[in-house]
């Protein structure tokens, strides 16, 4: 009977999951290992990471997986930009956030393209995004973004970084309190009211 309701549980995070399971989300729903293994072996899945098993009929999102397999990586700047409908482009390398001193060699092996942050700003502005394939991924939210593409702003495309602004200006869910908080966080308040005044 456990072996059944296990296999009910598991089948519901692989569908759940657009076809990808991890071992972490199983010990959460109180799957055993040996059970989660043995179904993991019965239903053949492939292997894509510590812990993390795809089915042979899905079809990767790349995004999903990649969190998957880094859970402290947030989506930002560019990747942001792209999951919160901000930006004309598909990011191409992803971006991601971690915090300074993090040091994965084989996230960077996946050729994204890696920004450290302070720890305090780490978890500020992280959100719930769906990625084009319907899976919950986590990313800055647009204010945080906002923020992060205006200090880096030399090393973003001129026509990237106005639609990026314009579309937040347009976009119905701005939250100008919270953009004001974290730019006076992360003190940079001048700047960002220097670059959104002229817009608003």
């Known amino acids: 009977m456990k072996v059944a309701k296990h296999t009910q549980t598991l089948d519901r995070i692989l569908e759940e999951?657009?076809?990808i399971i991890t071992a972490s989300a199983a010990a959460k729903e109180g799957v055993p290992k040996d059970s989660f293994y043995r179904y993991v072996?019965?239903?053949e899945l492939e292997k894509q990471g510590r812990g993390i098993y795809l089915s042979k009929d899905a079809f990767p999102d790349e995004l999903a997986l990649l969190q998957a397999r880094f859970p402290k990586a947030?989506?930002?700047?560019?990747?942001?930009?792209?999951l919160h409908d901000m930006s004309e482009r598909e990011p191409i390398p992803l971006s991601v956030s971690v915090e300074s001193g993090y040091n994965s060699p084989s996230l960077k092996d996946q050729g994204v393209r890696i920004y450290y942050v302070k720890p305090e700003w780490h978890s500020?502005?992280?959100c719930d995004v769906k990625t084009p394939d319907g899976n919950l991924v986590k990313a800055y939210d647009k204010e945080r973004t906002i923020c992060d593409v205006i200090r880096k702003r030399k090393s973003t495309d001129?026509?990237?970084?106005n639609y990026a602004l314009k579309s937040y200006v347009s976009s119905k869910g701005k939250n100008l309190a919270r953009l004001s908080e974290y730019a006076r966080t992360m003190n940079m308040e001048s700047r960002v009211w220097g670059v959104m005044g002229v817009l608003l």
């Open 17 to 19: 999951g657009d076809g």
């Open 41 to 43: 072996k019965e239903k």
């Open 74 to 82: 947030i989506f930002s700047h560019d990747a942001a930009l792209f």
């Open 124 to 126: 500020m502005g992280v």
């Open 158 to 161: 001129v026509t990237e970084f």
